[in-house]
């Protein structure tokens, strides 16, 4: 699971700027999401974890900016 989230972090820092501690909550918000995921496939989780960010995380990340 852990290529996974660095697959997300790598690809939703390519999106959007983070600093490094935007980036850390991010982190350990998608590891928290994948880990009730219900798949082991690496790609899947990946996409769903990208997915994740992109909607329901991506305002809790900008939340913390503030």
Same mark, same amino acid.
């Given at each position: 699971? %852990?290529?996974?989230?660095? /697959?997300?972090?790598?690809?939703?820092? +390519?999106?959007?700027?983070? =600093?490094? &501690? %935007?980036?850390?909550?991010? /982190?350990?918000?998608?590891?928290?999401? +994948?880990?009730?995921?219900? =798949?082991? &496939?690496?790609?899947?989780?990946?996409?769903?974890?990208?997915?994740?960010?992109?909607?329901?995380?991506?305002?809790?990340?900008?939340v913390d900016q503030?």
């Amino acid at each position: 699971m %852990q290529a996974a989230i660095d /697959r997300v972090m790598q690809t939703y820092g +390519l999106l959007v700027n983070l =600093t490094a &501690d %935007q980036e850390q909550v991010a /982190r350990e918000k998608v590891s928290n999401f +994948l880990a009730s995921a219900h =798949t082991d &496939d690496e790609n899947k989780l990946a996409v769903e974890g990208l997915r994740y960010l992109r909607t329901s995380s991506l305002s809790a990340v900008e939340v913390d900016q503030k």
